[in-house]
Nanobody
Framework: QIQLRESGGKLVQPGDSLTLSCATSGGLFSAYAMAWYRQVAGKEREFVAA????????FYADSVKGRFTISRVNAKNTMYLQMNSLKPEDTADYYC??????????????????WGQGTQVTVSS
């Protein structure tokens, strides 16, 4: 069973950049499509970005397109989310998820079967 652990969340100012990491263990990382979701207290979890098993396909929510970049390094069993031009509305707990549908082809929201514990990102001046 794959396990996920996010890191990198912190307090930043509007316009800053930040990179989140999702380290995995206990499973074959390359067998999963991966995704980032975020959640604000009292609201539903929101899709942010997804990436196919080999990184060849990526898909983004409109709200982050052009500002965020999802990537993965299978040799390191790790996925990343590079976030640029951060806005206060990006404030949330960010979660990584592993979707066993390895052949994710983009254009839809993945359905992770496993989630990390989350990392908090706060964008405020």
């Amino acid at each position: 069973q794959i396990q996920l652990r996010e890191s990198g969340g912190k307090l930043v100012q509007p316009g800053d950049s930040l990179t989140l990491s999702c380290a995995t263990s206990g499973g074959l990382f390359s067998a999963y499509a991966m995704a980032w979701y975020r959640q604000v207290a009292g609201k539903e979890r929101e899709f942010v970005a997804a990436i196919s098993w080999n990184g060849g396909i990526t898909f983004y929510a409109d709200s982050v397109k052009g500002r965020f970049t999802i990537s993965r390094v299978n040799a390191k069993n790790t996925m990343y989310l590079q976030m640029n031009s951060l806005k206060p509305e990006d404030t949330a707990d960010y979660y990584c998820g592993a979707d066993p549908n390895k052949y994710y082809s983009g254009g839809t929201y993945p359905k992770p079967s496993t989630w990390g514990q989350g990392t908090q990102v706060t964008v405020s001046s």
